[in-house]
T-cell receptor, first 114, second 114 residues
């Protein structure tokens, strides 16, 4: 079975440009999470969806960040405009339901903003 | 608020040595889950184990073992006879029942030398 699929794996862009990261969760999973990993802050939860509905977006850093889940098999995380401090690895994860806790992670999207 | 502390930033051992990775957590809930994830150099996050707060039995899986002690709020991870392939960053994580998200510790980098 396919795991969580993220694209792109690597993105290098210039400050001010729009960045869109994509995620396809495991089929049948109804919870989806976006995490960001940096050396300074470790793994931070950005936003969490359940049944395509955003449940907790308190981790989204600021208005430049937005996330959508138009259907059960696709989610996007958009940064507009991007800044150098957004450079990080962004992970998408899915789980089979709330409160199971066991997350299946994608391979991550490494973003570098110059 | 939930919190996970991994005091050991980096550990270096020689192959075949035993090594214990410490994890201390804080939560106000009586029902919660604890996890360990492995992040090898390739970058993906790999689930290792989940324990719920009502099950304090220690668990062994091959060379891996976990010691859960509610009295000290600790969930330590021991690798017996370490191997070079065990080199990775290991994350401890906590999930309270009323939330579906994981709070991660900062991680412990384990380097196993031949």
């Amino acid at each position: 079975d396919a795991g969580v699929i993220q694209s792109p794996r690597h993105e290098v862009t210039e400050m001010g440009q729009e960045v869109t990261l994509r995620c396809k969760p495991i089929s049948g999973h109804n919870s989806l999470f976006w995490y960001r990993q940096t050396m300074m802050r470790g793994l931070e939860l950005l936003i969490y969806f359940n049944n395509n509905v955003p449940i907790d977006d308190s981790g989204m850093p600021e208005d430049r960040f937005s996330a959508k889940m138009p259907n059960a098999s696709f989610s996007t995380l958009k940064i507009q405009p991007s800044e150098p401090r957004d450079s990080a690895v962004y992970f998408c994860a899915s789980s089979s339901g709330p409160n199971t806790g066991e997350l299946f992670f994608g391979e991550g999207s490494r973003l570098t903003v110059l | 608020a939930q919190k996970v502390t991994q005091a050991q930033t980096e550990i270096s051992v020689v192959e075949k040595e035993d090594v214990t990775l410490d994890c201390v957590y804080e939560t106000r809930d009586t029902t919660y889950y604890l996890f360990w994830y492995k992040q090898p150099p390739s970058g993906e996050l790999v689930f290792l184990i989940r324990r719920n707060s009502f099950d304090e039995q220690n668990e062994i899986s091959g060379r891996y073992s976990w010691n859960f002690q509610k009295s000290t709020s600790s969930f330590n991870f021991t690798i017996t006879a370490s191997q070079v392939v065990d080199s990775a960053v290991y994350f401890c994580a906590l999930s309270e029942l009323r939330y579906s998200t994981l709070t991660f510790g900062k991680g412990t980098m384990l380097l196993v030398s031949p």
